[in-house]
């Protein structure tokens, strides 16, 4: 089936350690986001790619980083630089990013800083 | 900019009878407009979405919408709420002006069917 994999699901971090969220899918989809979603404040974009070797910056890039080097595949690097890492993190692809299509979402991973 | 707003937190409604979750919208161009549904510590899901054309729009599992471009409105609605729609929905919106088309989410509405 066609879609998209995040992991881990569940991810418990200390202050100051980097890490990668996962996100893979399979939809030969040329455009892939991150979402971090916090209670009460809804879906909030961290970073947005449109082709394999590009991504932008998008309302809350601070703290984060990402690569696209295959087209399936968009990780997300939360670094010891985002003061408030505790979120659940969402991925999602789309056809492109300036068409009628809808967002197809992951699972989510939730991060947890101790 | 572009914006979203879900003026309800939360939604009460009896098994049975019809529920709308309220949604509008601010964008300077052309909208295209989608609903989505979270269950618990999961992704969204798609329900709907409208691009042009006819106002009511029909989706999964018996839900539509009724695009109000006057009110710039675009609300939810069931005829029939069940126990298994509770669950937290999502408006949003793109702006069809610019090159790269934003989606902008509203904050969520928490739907609670009532049996």
């Known amino acids: 089936d066609g879609g998209i994999t995040q992991s881990p699901k569940y991810l418990f971090r200390k202050e100051g350690q980097n890490v990668t969220l996962s996100c893979e899918q399979n939809?030969?989809?040329?455009?892939m986001y991150w979402y971090r979603q916090d209670p009460g404040q809804g879906l909030r974009l961290i970073y947005y790619?449109?082709?394999?070797?590009?991504?932008q910056k998008g309302d809350i890039a601070e703290g984060y980083s990402v690569s696209r080097e295959k087209k399936e595949s968009f990780p997300l690097t939360v670094t010891s630089a985002q003061k408030n890492p505790t979120a659940f993190y969402l991925c999602?692809?789309?056809?492109?990013?300036?068409?009628?299509?809808?967002?197809?979402f992951g699972e989510g991973s939730r991060l947890t800083v101790l | 900019a572009q914006s979203v707003a879900q003026p309800e937190d939360q939604v009460n409604v009896a098994e049975g009878n019809p529920l709308t979750v309220k949604c509008t919208y601010s964008?300077?161009?052309?909208?295209?407009l989608f609903w989505y549904v979270q269950y618990p510590n999961r992704g969204l899901q798609f329900l709907l979405k409208?691009?042009?054309?006819?106002?009511l729009v029909k989706g999964s599992y018996g839900f539509e919408a009724e695009f109000n471009k006057s009110q710039t409105s675009f609300h939810l609605k069931k005829p029939s709420a069940l126990v298994s729609d509770s669950a937290l929905y999502f408006c949003?919106?793109?702006?069809?002006?610019?090159?790269?088309?934003?989606?902008?989410f509203g904050i969520g509405t928490k739907l609670q069917v009532i049996p």
């Open positions: 409208y691009i042009t054309g006819d106002n």
């Open positions: 939809l030969n989809h040329d455009a």
């Open positions: 949003a919106v793109r702006d069809t002006s610019g090159g790269y088309q934003k989606v902008t």
């Open positions: 964008v300077s161009g052309n909208p295209y």
């Open positions: 790619s449109q082709i394999v070797n590009d991504f």
């Open positions: 999602a692809s789309s056809i492109g990013t300036a068409n009628t299509g809808e967002l197809f």
